[in-house]
């Protein structure tokens, strides 16, 4: 299995997918070996910028929270937190920072509501601009209902996110806080919080019981933070050169060209060879 993040790794800067990636992923199938795309993005997103005849097997979407077989275009698998969790965390989240955003059930999680002070986060702004006709802002009698995920949008300051991930394990119970690297800026810190047990990771391990194949017979390839669990399971782990210096430092994963150089091709010729 070879599983690859999107943005940043297997799309290029302008979220492309090169001829030559593309040729590699109609090889690995051609191999049946299974393709696996592992992306932050939600599903609706996904399909903006891949065709429905697009050559993978599979989507780990929103950072693992839902699974979908790409061929059948069907959900596999999806997590969600419970009103309770959505409330406590909301509220948690609106005492120690000024932006939220809650994500809708998959399969609808492109739609959220959000709660702004008046000083929020600049990227967080660009992100509710960018997503107007999906956003809805939290009223006094907001109700709260079940979620996939909560957002909250900081400055490029990793002892704060830090800090708030560390209240937000000793507030809440049974949930999952990721950092990302803001896809707007590129320089905000994003925390995503999902139900315990969503990461890439984690999903790739789901995928494969389902599938039966060994973590063994597995590579991966990313680029930011919400990697590194992903990267961390698989048995051959590439990053490319367009990754954190955290990434890059990492003696774990070996370093291949970047995004806009094939990298993700590069990592797949290391393991299987050119043909």
Known sequence: MV????????LNDDAKVSQKNLETLKKLGQKNIVRVVATGRSLYLVKQVLHDSFPIDYIIFSSGAGIFCW?????LNAYHLTAQQVKDLSELIKKWNNNLMIFNEIPENHHFNYWISQNAESDFIRRLNNFKLVA??????????????????LPDKVELFYHLKE???QNASNVKVIRASSPIDGKSIWIEIFPQGVSKGDAVIWLCNRLNISLSETISIGNDYNDIDMLNVTAHAFVVENSPAELLDNPKFRIVSTNNADGFSNAVEMIYGTN
Do not use: N, P, R
């Open 71 to 75: 061929k059948k275009k069907e959900i």
């Open 3 to 10: 599983i690859t993040d999107l943005d940043g790794t297997l």
């Open 167 to 169: 209240k937000i394990y």
């Open 136 to 153: 809805k802002e939290m009223e006094k009698d907001f109700e709260y209902t079940k979620a996939s995920q909560l957002l909250t949008i």
